[in-house]
């Protein structure tokens, strides 16, 4: 983690351009601009400094994965779907060399069963879901704590 100021970056996956609109009584009303500018200011007051990007592809977001280990400290993840099939970003999250928090809108658990399995979650050092637009706040926040519990020389 670099000295004082850790770099994460934020990954939507497919579908979450679509907030605001999509099954608002699922996903809430906040759009993506709006959840991307309040992790902006929670960053601001964590000490720490966020990238936000989107893409409803998988190739783009394993890459993005991958990536995140030369330069971030760490990645939080809303895979969408994705979180449900992909083998590849999970071997993604094991190969990036930096802790990923999973996080979801919605309580997936207790929704349909083919949303309860997580590919990725397994590989992710914490997973926050259910809590809507906030989910990414608490995401963000375990994240930042978790990397200074490391830097310390903890756990
Ligand atoms: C989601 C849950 C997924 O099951 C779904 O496919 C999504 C959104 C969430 O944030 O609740 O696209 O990741």
């Not at 929670?42 to 330069?71: F, I, K, N, P, Y």
């Not at 779907?81 to 999250?93: K, N």
């Amino acid at each position: 983690m670099s000295a004082s100021r850790p770099f994460i970056l934020v990954l939507h996956g497919p579908n979450l351009n679509a907030l605001g609109s999509r099954e608002p009584a699922i996903y809430g009303a906040d759009t993506l601009l709006s959840i991307d500018a309040s992790l902006r200011a929670r960053a601001a007051t964590l000490g720490c400094d966020v990238l936000c990007v989107q893409s409803a592809s998988e190739a783009v977001l394993v890459d993005a994965v991958l990536d995140a280990g030369r330069w971030a400290d760490g990645v939080v993840i809303n895979p969408g779907a994705l979180t449900h099939t992909s083998v590849a970003l999970r071997d993604a999250v094991l190969a990036a060399g930096v802790p990923v928090v999973e996080c979801h809108l919605s309580h997936t658990d207790r929704r349909e069963a083919f949303r309860r399995r997580s590919w990725l979650g397994p590989a992710c050092v914490g997973r926050v879901q259910g809590f809507g637009a906030t989910s990414y706040l608490l995401a963000l926040e375990g994240l930042v704590a978790h990397l200074a519990r490391a830097h310390q020389g903890g756990r």
